[in-house]
């Protein structure tokens, strides 16, 4: 699944520039790889809708980082990947990577 961390006893409590580049980064490639794949022309106006949900998700998600709250930035970016990964799990988008997608 995408962003699936090690499991381990120690507590992660901070959101940090690493793990927020982290989640920048795949969604980023997510984003890249739906906007280039192939859409169903039946769903089209769907596919549109869900792509544009993640692009605003996105947005915030950059507005959150530079006013420095990144708990609302990480919690936005996540937003926006979810939004491309219903869309390819419901076959809006056809694209197979379970690197990025839960869709295998």
């Known amino acids: 699944m ?34 280039s794949s192939e859409k169903d022309a039946e769903r089209a106006k769907e596919a549109a809708d869900f792509l544009d949900m993640a692009e605003r998700y996105i947005s915030d998600a950059k507005h959150f980082r530079e006013q420095g709250n990144y708990v609302l930035a990480l919690a936005a970016v996540n937003y926006a990947h979810a939004w491309l990964d219903a869309g390819v799990r419901i076959g809006l988008f056809k694209v197979k990577d379970s690197e990025l997608f839960a869709s295998d």
């Open 2 to 35: 995408p962003g699936k961390e090690e499991k381990s006893d120690k507590k992660i409590n901070i959101v940090c520039d690493k793990r927020l580049d982290k989640y920048f980064d795949i969604t980023g490639r997510a984003l890249e790889k739906v906007k």
